[in-house]
């Protein structure tokens, strides 16, 4: 009988265990970001389509009205057991060309409490050529809210 209530108890601790485990947060990544030393490599004004591409790769993402910019997106998302997934964290790379295909922008933007923020830029003018397209990529992020579904 002590050998049954034995085997009894681990199966409730096991049952117990693989529960909290069932809970546990899971992290996926979606999309590529280059590396820090590769973009620290390129150089604006003197790079081309050509050497970002064999630098860093070429993106998942060009410009969409012309062949103006290329796009590089990563994000990562959080899972519990049985919610969908929240994403917690994106990154945009935005690569700037001239007609002549050099660089002209790279610019690195992130999410921070909803909003779109500048994480790093090199530019060779004041004037932020792709701006367009990452206001509509993030424009509307944190916006929404449950009650806007419903009415």
């Given at each position: 009988?002590?050998r049954?209530?034995?085997f009894?108890?681990?199966?409730?601790?096991?049952?117990?265990?693989?529960?909290l485990?069932?809970?546990?947060?899971?992290?996926?990544?979606?999309?590529?970001m280059p590396?820090q030393?590769?973009l620290?490599?390129l150089?604006v004004?003197?790079?081309?389509?050509?050497s970002?591409?064999s630098?860093v790769?070429e993106?998942g993402?060009a410009?969409i009205?012309d062949d103006?910019?290329?796009?590089?997106?990563?994000?990562?998302?959080?899972?519990?057991?049985?919610?969908?997934p929240e994403?917690v964290?994106r990154?945009v790379?935005?690569?700037?060309?001239?007609p002549?295909g050099t660089?002209?922008?790279?610019e690195r933007f992130g999410?921070?409490?909803?909003?779109v923020?500048?994480l790093?830029?090199?530019?060779?003018d004041?004037?932020t050529?792709?701006?367009s397209?990452?206001?509509?990529?993030?424009g509307n992020?944190?916006r929404?809210?449950a009650?806007d579904?419903?009415n």
């Open positions: 009988m002590a049954h209530t034995a009894f108890r681990l199966g409730i601790a096991a049952l117990c265990l693989s529960g485990v069932a809970c546990a947060a899971t992290f996926r990544n979606h999309g590529y590396d030393a590769d620290d490599g150089i004004g003197v790079d081309t389509r050509e970002v591409a630098a790769g993106p993402i410009g009205t103006s910019g290329w796009y590089y997106i990563r994000s990562e998302f959080r899972t519990y057991a049985y919610r969908a994403e964290d990154e790379l935005a690569i700037s060309f001239n002549e660089v002209t922008n790279i999410l921070e409490n909803g909003r923020v500048a790093s830029r090199r530019v060779t004041s004037n050529q792709g701006i397209f990452l206001r509509q990529a993030f992020l944190g929404i809210t009650g579904l419903f």
